[in-house]
């Protein structure tokens, strides 16, 4: 199975009408949460997160969440204490985590993760102007992500890098 990535023209209407609308302070962007709901509709996801990396200060800001009861759509995390994360932003390729043992090595809010009856992680580079601006997170069962998901959420990440972009006054 590889899921390439297509778009109905119904998906595309909605991504065009998510694109159209302006943020409103205190809701979630909605092209993120077109984003997740379109991941959810053809991947499948418990949890989807996105982060917006400051290498500056070697941060990474959460720009959405689809549970911000757990994970809080402004909540941040240092870099260099998440391997997994460490490991995106140096190598920014596509990165899947299979199991809960890997999640355990891999992701200091383990815990968390299981909470939502999480043990599988995919997470996708966001790059917009020539730089890796972030990561799209799809978590869900453990073993439930494969490579073949891998093309289809990385055009779901050439999608939301407006969003990464237009949270981000360096790229103003």
Known sequence: ?????????PEIETL???????RKPGTPD??????DELAQLRVGHRLF????????AGMAHRLYSSAPQIYAANGSKRI???PALHRMVTSGQPMLTA????????FPDADAIFS???ESVLNIPVYGRGQLLGQINLLHASDYYSPAHIKFCEGLAIIAAPAFIACDPSHA
Request: hydrophobic share 50%; with cysteine; charged share 20%.
């Open 49 to 56: 997160t996105a982060l917006r990396y400051d290498l500056a």
């Open 80 to 82: 260099v204490d998440a």
């Open 116 to 118: 939502l009856n999480c």
């Open 99 to 106: 199991d809960a043992d890997a999640v355990r090595k891999n």
């Open 30 to 35: 909605p092209l993120l949460r077109a984003l």
């Open 16 to 22: 065009t009408a998510a694109l159209s609308c302006a």
């Open 1 to 9: 199975m590889n899921l390439l990535f297509t778009l109905s023209p």
